[in-house]
């Protein structure tokens, strides 16, 4: 186990720093990329260790400060969300990059995606709240400068810009805040220990941070400006993985507190559906895809959300699979419209329309993300969302039925979307004209995450049997 | 040692063989297309393999005919798909839909390779054996699964798959036209429905397995009852394209490619009888209610159908007014069956 970790460690030492060097020279970034994938390889190895063993690994620091590390079921599954999507970013960043041409962003852009998904990796393993809050910030800073890596154009920098204050104004602080209630009543910051009082104010607090990092109405206006204007790779990470370590986030804080108060239960549940509802009707006038999956995204948090809210700690496993299912159709999603900008130069659905039968490729990953996105069997994120149905029409009928028909609605207004992209009315050729080929790498990192969601589901179940001896 | 050969030939052991090895067959099929995507080459490679699937459940029907023949029953097997475990039985019900997908399987498999070189300019031929193969395995594990959440899953499999086989010609309007007509009737009027019900019938017995939920049913309340009645008649009444919920019908049939033209009015529909059959019949208490409403429904479209068929000239349109009009039979027929075993137990 000292033997992985500190080989893992020093790979993602050694990844960070190649990760300095220029991302516009070829030979760098394919040893940057290939090392970092490397890293993650060895931290998904080192993750399924610790959680095998329940081990609980304690470095110290001064008193209090200590970064305790340790991995249960729900860490692993959403810790292999981030390395999934992770891996896939890399490998598809590769090529993508080359898009920007000899522009380049106020970072280097390894090394801040590189800080990202560590973090997040680390948040996921973490147990003391201060590590977490430092992690956190260490995500939303190499977020931040992702988002705005194009800030020479019109808007991002604002873009960005908006994005980070509302971050450390709405998320940061009452995070921070909450966490100091909790060092107050119970002394400590590891996970787990008992909260005797202000049970309510922390949970609220934490809902307010949380519900900032996810997009949840009503504080989602940030999310579908600043997740389409990063590169797209990196919109596939914000939304496949940074939402969801919100979800996780609380999560974690429910689980401390033992039990939700019903009021912060209520909250949430209106919170939830109205995400979903809006979600649903900004679907229709959305004609910029990047734009429309990152509604998707505000859509599916109330999804995941309303399981907290019914559920508490029981829903545990049910959140895990949803957050693996939903990143990696949500990372296919992005990355494959990450094809289109590659090849096609746009993402313009007005522009798409009918160009199926020019671009069978491109076209097709797209057509087939967004069925995975909205949850069309033979793709796993269909046991998911039925999952969520179940639970809400198990507390509420008639919520569980505006859920159901929200899905359907959903799935209608997607098959629309496909249908004009395959239907042949529309003349292709005087819209659009090929840019790019399409890159083996990019094809290839969008079959790996439809694969992936065709079993994802079972290697869930398989891996909750499996992790129980641990 | 004749008695013994028999023996190990009418025995479950043997069924699940042939069963496990068909469905490897398929998926194999499946995987061919995938990896060879174009070209006359996948398409005979996937009907050869296909076929064989179909002929090893023939295989099938025909012990369990013997069976029949010489013990007076059927061999009930109870196994599970290796893998997924997803839990399967095969009894008198499925086996009569194993026979008519087998059958259809095999005639639609042989006509598929030089039929598609109607379709060359589309090529593709790997990727249309690939949903042609997944749409009939689809079905084939509908009739035989035991779990209703594996029902409900494999039946939106089943959708998707044949909405993909619908749309095959998209470059034609009327074709992508009739898909979405299809798909979206399907996810309002059949998937919902069931959806709610099935999650209803999982939370009111707590449990997913059919036999553990028709021993529990008589607990639940009358009211709860006649709404999973009536999510379960709309439902299966979408898919089997009963009046009043026929509108899609003679569209999307038509719209396919007539090899699965004949898979959707030969098998699909057919498997919504299943369901009906399964759900109504079985899992849920026979009801005489249920039987009249059946039965109205049965003769409305069987009447309906027969009229707009008259009128009709294309060929394909007039066979998908047949379809309706043939499931009306099938449902009065049904309704027949509830009165008597209502009767029975009243």
């Not at chain 1, 993602?12 to 993650?40: F, N, Q």
């Not at chain 1, 959305?286 to 309303?306: E, P």
């Not at chain 2, 409900?152 to 909405?163: A, D, G, H």
């Amino acid at each position: 186990m000292l033997i992985l970790g500190i080989t893992s460690f020093i790979l993602v030492v050694l990844a960070l720093i190649t990760a300095l060097s220029d991302e516009r020279s070829k030979i760098r970034s394919l040893y940057t990329v290939s090392v970092g994938i490397l890293s993650l390889l060895l931290l998904l190895a080192f993750m399924f260790y610790i959680t095998w063993t329940s081990t609980t690994i304690d470095i110290p620091f001064k008193q209090d400060l200590d970064l305790v590390i340790a991995c249960d079921k729900i860490s692993f599954i959403v810790g292999l969300n981030v390395i999934i999507i992770g891996i896939i970013t890399l490998l598809s960043s590769y090529r993508y990059m080359e898009i920007y041409g000899e522009r380049k962003g106020y970072v280097p852009y390894y090394l801040a995606t590189l800080g990202f998904i560590y973090s997040m990796v680390m948040l996921v393993i973490a147990r003391t709240w201060l590590w977490f809050l430092f992690f956190l910030e260490i995500m939303t800073l190499s977020s931040y400068f992702l988002i705005g890596y194009e800030y020479y154009e019109r808007d991002v920098a604002r873009i960005a810009w908006n994005y980070f204050v509302i971050m450390h104004v709405l998320c940061t602080i009452p995070l921070i805040i909450s966490v100091a209630f909790i060092y107050t009543v119970t002394g400590t910051f590891t996970f787990g220990a008992r909260i005797s009082h202000m049970n309510t104010l922390i949970a609220l607090l934490s809902l307010l941070g949380f519900a900032t990092k996810s997009g949840l109405f009503p504080i989602h206006f940030w999310l579908p400006d600043a997740h389409p204007v990063a590169p797209s790779p990196i919109s596939a990470l914000l939304s496949g993985a940074m939402v969801e370590i919100g979800v996780y986030g609380m999560y974690r804080v429910v689980e401390q507190l033992g039990s939700l108060d019903p009021m912060v239960a209520n909250i949430i549940i209106v919170m939830a559906v109205l995400s979903t509802m809006v979600g649903v009707l900004s679907y229709v006038r959305q004609r910029d895809v990047k734009r429309l999956f990152a509604w998707s995204t505000i859509d599916n948090m109330g999804w995941m959300y309303i399981i907290i809210a019914f559920t508490g700690v029981a829903g545990g496993p049910l959140l895990a699979s949803y957050i693996l299912n939903h990143g990696l159709a949500k990372a296919a999603a992005f990355i494959s419209s990450g094809v289109l900008l590659y090849t096609l130069g746009t993402k313009n659905l007005d522009e798409l329309k009918g160009t199926y039968r020019a671009y069978r490729l491109e076209i097709g990953l797209l057509v087939l993300s967004m069925f995975a996105l909205e949850g069309t069997p033979p793709f796993n994120f269909f046991w998911s969302k039925f999952g969520v149905v179940r639970v809400v029409l198990e507390n509420n009928v008639v919520l569980g039925i505006v859920y159901a028909l929200a899905w359907c609605i959903a799935f209608v207004i997607f098959l629309y979307i496909i249908h004009e992209l395959i239907s042949s009315s529309h003349d292709v050729k005087k819209t659009i004209s090929r840019v790019r080929e399409c890159p083996l790498s990019l094809a290839f990192s969008v079959a790996i995450l439809l694969a992936l969601l065709l079993i994802s589901q079972i290697l869930c179940e398989f891996l909750y049997r499996v992790l129980t001896y641990g | 040692m004749v008695s013994v050969l028999w023996g190990s030939i009418l025995s479950d052991k043997m069924i699940v063989a042939l069963l496990n090895y068909s469905l490897i067959l398929f998926v194999i099929a499946i995987l061919a297309g995938l990896i060879l995507r174009e070209g006359k080459k996948a398409s005979y490679l996937g009907s050869i393999l296909t076929c064989t699937a179909s002929i090893l459940l023939l295989t099938i029907v025909f012990i369990e005919t013997i069976s029949l023949l010489t013990k007076g029953m059927i061999i009930t097997v109870s196994t599970a798909v290796p893998l997924i475990n997803m839990p399967i039985r095969i009894d008198g019900l499925s086996l009569v839909l194993i026979t008519v997908i087998a059958l259809l399987g095999l005639a639609s498999s042989l006509y598929t390779p030089r039929y598609m070189e109607y379709y060359e300019k589309l090529a593709r031929e790997g990727y249309f054996i690939a949903l042609f193969s997944t749409f009939i395995a689809s079905m084939l594990l509908i009739v035989l699964t035991s779990d209703i959440i594996w029902f409900i899953f494999m039946w939106e499999v089943m959708t998707f798959s044949s909405y993909l086989l619908i749309i095959w010609e998209y470059v034609e309007e009327y074709v992508m036209k009739a898909g979405w007509k299809y798909f979206v009737t399907m996810h309002f009027l059949s998937t919902l429905p069931l959806m709610i019900g099935i999650i209803a019938l999982w939370e009111t017995t707590g449990s997913t397995s059919m036999d553990v939920i028709s021993a529990r049913i008589s607990r639940l309340p009358t009211e709860l009852l006649a709404i999973l009645y009536t999510l379960f008649i709309i439902g299966f009444c979408s898919k089997a394209g009963v009046v009043p919920i026929h509108f899609w019908l003679p569209d999307a049939h038509p719209a396919a490619p007539s090899n699965v033209s004949a898979l959707l009015s030969g098998a699909m529909v057919k498997v919504a009888v299943y369901g009906l059959l399964r759900y109504c019949c079985y899992i849920l208490p026979v009801n005489m209610i249920v039987g009249y409403v059946v039965a109205s429904l049965g003769t409305l479209s069987l009447t309906i159908g027969i009229l707009y068929a008259l009128k009709e000239t294309d060929t394909k349109r007039l066979l998908a007014y047949s379809t309706i009009s043939h499931m009306g039979y099938i449902w009065l027929g049904l309704a027949q069956e509830l009165f008597c075993l209502a009767r029975v137990i009243s």
